[in-house]
């Protein structure tokens, strides 16, 4: 491939005009523009339409402060899913960071989640790693609630 003799000019030019794009538009400017010109809803189903929600369970199912796992998606995207609140919950993965076991959560150990595999241990609050060999965090998934079920996005799962 040949190389490009002149490279993109540096975005540091502005428009001195409020109402004019800059030259090198941000992210925050777009959304700035979208946002003035009421299109906020149609970004944000946008952004729905990408997401997966999948039914986890009814609410009542599922006790303060204390992990369940859930197999979502026919079993191929197991989650941990914790009722911190009336209608608050918080979802992590259950795959390990590391090599990608299927991870624990026992009620004799409640502040962390294990995994068989190599031990790897992740704090029941946040995913973060407590203990290696894995060394990021279990990835959390959006949770949110409608009509007294539970839904998780799993999106960003598979
Ligand atoms: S696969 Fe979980 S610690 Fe290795």
């Given at each position: 491939m040949p190389k490009d003799p002149t490279p993109a000019p540096a975005c540091s030019a502005q428009s001195s005009d409020a109402d004019q794009a800059p030259l090198c538009p941000t992210r925050r400017w777009l959304l700035e523009r979208a946002l003035a010109l009421?299109?906020?809803?149609l970004l944000a189903s946008v952004a729905d339409a990408a997401a997966r929600w999948t039914n986890a369970g009814a609410v009542k199912n599922f006790a303060l402060n204390r992990p369940r796992k859930v197999n979502l998606s026919g079993g191929q995207v197991p989650v941990f899913v914790i009722r911190t609140g009336t209608n608050k919950f918080t979802c992590f993965s259950a795959i390990c960071t590391h090599q990608g076991t299927v991870i624990n959560w026992s009620a004799t150990h409640p502040t962390y989640f294990e995994c068989p595999s190599h031990g790897s241990k992740f704090?029941?609050?946040?995913?973060?790693?407590?203990r290696g060999p894995a060394r990021r965090a279990l990835p959390r998934l959006p949770v949110r609630v409608v009509s007294g079920k539970v839904q998780v996005?799993?999106?960003s799962a598979i």
């Open positions: 009421g299109a906020l809803p704090a029941r609050t946040t995913g973060a790693v407590t996005d799993i999106s």
